[in-house]
């Protein structure tokens, strides 16, 4: 049986038929706030459920209480506020009224306008990333945000957003239905932002061994230069998965939500996420949304002891390596050999490789795999001047 929801209940905000045809009317007279990608896919995120509870951006009292003590008022886990900044003179004019949003000048979805609030950026980062360092990208990426202030309230969305990956695009209604008809009462999702290495098969493969499938879900979105791009990503996933995992053991789906680096935090939101989508497991690595040096290789494996009621369990699966003398990829909980026959499976040596047109070692990163990256040498990684 898959999980529960998060809050017991799949939040449904997408308009159908007349009523979308009737809201798509009503938001041609509204004003109108362009947004940009990522919050457009956050509005499409809360409609379709995948943010379930959330209805809509949070409210100050929401806001307030997931920065205080990463939950939602009603006592539920939550430690990544959903928030919509806007200029002050916009929000004071909209305030307690609807308004459309829009995305590249396309009106897809109403908000209905409940809150206005002022919000302090270092506070938000400190309390979210654990730093203000704009190092960290996602500090980075946070004070970039123009607006100074927030507004909260319900979002309906009666037109759909265009998706390049639709082919492999499920949302939460679609994989509980999935995993039914499939006869899968355990389901480990597996959360990645990385063309795969065989790291990455390894605890997947780990993880089949005692559940009954597995939810590949790649985030395609906004990420850090240098990270592999969208193409690179669902190319490298549809050559491993077709070559090396039976048909039956998977389900394959992108999910469209910007990557912040929040470590700890994010492992949590990350888990929430998956939940919605009707998964019992999650895998949680090593350094789990981490970047740089800003967290603990297993602090994303501590803070799940601070969320019993948190409703999917997380599977903590070691880093792993190639040992020599056991002629495989194990982890240190089953490798008893010294350090001179292990080779580490380095993300930075894999990049430069790729980048310079060159196969990993096969113990690093299957060849076919490998080969799809090649071909995609060009636009490979996510560059500065793309962000």
Request: charged share 25%.
């Amino acid at each position: 049986m898959t999980s529960q929801p998060h809050g017991g209940r799949l939040i449904d905000r997408v308009a159908r038929g007349p009523r979308a045809e009737k809201l798509s009317c009503q938001a041609a007279e509204l004003p109108a706030v362009e947004l940009p990608e990522a919050l457009a896919y956050d509005v499409a995120n809360i409609t379709h459920g995948v943010y379930s509870p959330l209805e809509g951006f949070m409210t100050e009292d929401e806001y307030e209480s997931v920065l205080r003590s990463s939950r939602l008022t009603n006592d539920l886990p939550w430690t990544i506020p959903i928030v919509l900044d806007v200029e002050p003179r916009l929000a004071k004019e909209v305030l307690g009224s609807e308004i459309a949003l829009s995305y590249k000048g396309v009106r897809f979805a109403i908000m209905s306008v409940e809150d206005a609030y002022q919000w302090d950026r270092k506070t938000f980062a400190e309390r979210v990333f654990g730093t203000t360092d704009q190092a960290h990208p996602g500090v980075a990426l946070l004070y970039r945000r123009e607006g100074q202030t927030l507004i909260g309230g319900k979002v309906e969305q009666f037109a759909e957003l265009p998706e390049p990956f639709e082919k492999y695009r499920l949302w939460p209604k679609e994989t509980r239905v999935l995993f039914e008809q499939l006869g899968w009462r355990s389901i480990a999702a597996f959360q990645t932002r990385n063309a795969p290495h065989m790291g990455h098969e390894y605890v997947m493969k780990a993880a089949l061994s005692f559940v009954d499938g597995l939810f590949v879900n790649p985030l395609v979105g906004w990420k850090k230069p240098g990270d592999f791009t969208d193409d690179a990503i669902v190319a490298a996933y549809e050559v491993l998965l077709r070559d090396y995992f039976p048909r039956s053991s998977y389900v394959f789906s992108v999910l469209r939500m910007k990557m912040v680096y929040a470590g700890p935090k994010e492992a949590i939101h990350h888990a929430i996420i998956r939940k919605n989508f009707g998964a019992t497991h999650i895998i949680v690595g090593r350094d789990h949304a981490g970047v740089g040096s800003f967290y603990g290789p297993y602090d994303a494996w501590n803070i799940f002891k601070e969320f019993p009621d948190l409703g999917i369990t997380p599977l903590f699966l070691r880093e792993a390596f190639y040992c020599v003398k056991c002629g495989g990829i194990v982890n240190d909980k089953i490798c008893p050999h010294g350090d001179e026959y292990r080779r580490r499976i380095s993300g930075t040596e894999i990049r430069k490789l790729l980048s310079e047109g060159q196969r990993p070692p096969d113990y690093m990163m299957r060849p076919e795999v490998a080969d799809a990256l090649i071909k995609l040498r060009d636009r490979l990684f996510i560059s500065s001047s793309s962000q």
